[in-house]
């Protein structure tokens, strides 16, 4: 009670601080501490917005916010401690976050490097929260850490994952596949990893791909004693994945067609491995909203699994108002635009304390008066584009909005 008492204090202290008449779009303040502190007074109204959702997306605009981390993390360590979650789900390789989590040898902050996607592996608040997971591994309330990304990109993959599918296959198998040309497609397949990429002939891709499908086509009719990441249905996800990620490299695949296997894969973790747990999925934006992306919609994650599950999802934004981030594809340093007049997070601003770096906003729908938003744009994917206001639920649940941002290190 004296927690919620002085979290309500500074609240009036901070809103009266920043007074402006645009308090009216905002039914409630509700500010959430973006350290990793383990009071999680100030996370009541969230954990309110979220209810009994089995599935919690949690995005990010750019992949390269600090701060961004920094709140993801002490909110996946929430959903776990006073929610209930039991799974967190990485935007990382499948096979590859698989391989070390089953690998007790090592910790997962020591294999992060190379298996999980590089801007998450070596980020300080990530590795905190590997280890976090790490430290939970044997108590009685567990935090399940798998990965959903079917491209596949890890070194595990790059080293394992075609041997780790022929070796499966026959095994599952056996003489059903007398025909098939285990020697093309493992060298094709292995071409995949390659640095230095030269695009078969369109002979070569045809067969490739006929025998993907052949193959998957095989695994799939399977029955089998084994389960989860043992079964048939794992190595045929896996054949999925290379396939499109080969069809990708080749030119004849959209890139965003990659949220087609990885949706298959987050349904079949959550089907298959977890069919009781609660997940936490961990992404970026272009993946993990409504929508896909704003100039070119597609069927995305969010999109396929809003079909699957259309009353069971709370997707979580995440952006700011100002500073800067770190562009993923060549590491340098980006600024977010200027803020327009029209856009809600130049409003918002006034709601943050202008001294206090350390607090967001947390908004669910519930707490907009859209009546006097019409005419309000807000960030989309990596800052880039404008969305309207009173389309906010078609992309998103809540949102948490942080003052100034910094690239990530």
């Not at 020591?110 to 108590?139: C, D, P, W």
């Amino acid at each position: 009670m004296f927690k919620l008492v002085i979290t309500t204090l500074l609240s009036i202290v901070f809103l009266a601080a920043n007074a402006t008449p645009n308090q009216k779009i905002l039914k409630n303040i509700n500010y959430v501490q973006l350290n990793n502190n383990d009071d999680y007074s100030d996370l009541t109204a969230y954990g309110d917005a979220v209810g009994d959702k089995r599935i919690i997306f949690l995005n990010e605009l750019s992949h390269g916010e600090e701060e961004v981390f920094a709140l993801k993390s002490r909110l996946v360590r929430y959903l776990h401690q006073e929610k209930g979650f039991d799974v967190l789900l990485l935007e990382s390789s499948l096979f590859d976050v698989n391989e070390i989590w089953q690998n007790r040898q090592k910790t997962l902050a020591q294999q992060a490097a190379g298996n999980i996607f590089y801007m998450y592996a070596n980020n300080g608040n990530v590795q905190t929260l590997l280890n976090y997971v790490e430290s939970k591994r044997t108590s009685k309330t567990p935090l399940y850490l798998s990965g959903f990304d079917g491209r596949l990109l890890g070194e595990s993959s790059a080293n394992g994952v075609v041997d780790f599918i022929a070796h499966g296959s026959k095994q599952f198998l056996g003489d059903g596949l007398l025909a098939f040309s285990w020697k093309h497609y493992i060298k094709q397949a292995q071409k995949l990893f390659s640095t230095n990429q030269v695009i078969p002939d369109e002979k070569e891709q045809e067969f490739f791909i006929e025998q993907s499908y052949e193959l998957q086509d095989h695994l799939l009719k399977t029955q089998s004693e084994f389960k989860a990441f043992e079964s048939p249905k794992y190595i045929a996800l896996l054949v999925k994945g290379l396939l499109f990620k080969a069809e990708e490299l080749w030119g004849s695949r959209r890139h965003d067609e990659q949220d087609i296997p990885m949706a298959d894969n987050v349904k079949w973790l959550l089907d298959e491995v977890y069919p009781n747990k609660k997940i936490i999925v961990w992404g970026h934006y272009i993946h993990l909203n409504r929508n896909g992306a704003e100039i070119n919609r597609y069927a995305n994650l969010g999109t396929l699994m809003t079909q699957r599950w259309p009353n069971n999802i709370y997707i979580t934004n995440i952006t700011a108002g100002k500073g800067s981030y770190r562009e993923f594809r060549d590491l340098s340093v980006l600024t977010i635009p200027t803020l327009r007049d029209s856009s809600i997070e130049k409003q918002l601003l006034d709601f943050l304390p202008k001294k206090e770096k350390s607090v967001s906003l947390f908004i669910d729908e519930s707490d907009l008066d859209f009546s006097q938003l019409t005419d309000k744009t807000m960030f989309g994917h990596e800052y880039k584009y404008q969305i309207p206001v009173p389309q906010w639920k078609n992309h998103w649940d809540g949102l948490f909005f942080i003052n100034k941002v910094s690239a990530a290190n």
